[in-house]
């Protein structure tokens, strides 16, 4: 299994409950993108720096396992690992958790795009020599 070398911490709000008070399926993919974006903004600083540096990177594929409910003001954390990058792709793996116990967990794969056209290009050696590094 990919290390989880990042994390970002939330708070259940209320708003994202469904009728039966747990949390709708739709806001974990938000949550892991939440945690992605912090991940790379830890790597890479803003990411305008991928934009700038003439990238960016779009989603190919999800995919979510739910293990247990969370619900309304569950404090959670969401871990992230990446695997090493491929020509073009880059596979993201996510661990939702309570405490110890394991919510859900996703991995997503992205793919990386020119920032004016998104035409899918091969990663930039600067963002392959930054990422070794957290893969």
Request: with cysteine.
């Amino acid at each position: 299994m990919t290390s989880m070398r990042f994390g970002t911490p939330l708070r259940v709000r209320y708003v994202e409950c469904d009728m039966q008070g747990r949390v709708f399926n739709g806001h974990y993919l938000t949550w892991v993108d939440m945690a992605l974006n912090e991940a790379i903004r830890d790597i890479f600083g803003d990411y305008q720096v991928l934009l700038d540096g003439g990238i960016d990177f779009v989603v190919a594929a999800a995919e979510l396992q739910f293990r247990q409910p969370a619900r309304f003001d569950d404090d959670l954390m969401v871990g992230v690992g990446f695997e090493p990058l491929g020509q073009t792709s880059m596979r993201s793996r996510f661990a939702i958790r309570r405490g110890e116990d394991l919510i859900a967990d996703a991995t997503m794969v992205h793919v990386c795009v020119d920032a004016v056209t998104f035409e899918k290009q091969p990663w930039p050696d600067w963002f392959r020599e930054r990422m070794s590094v957290h893969c």
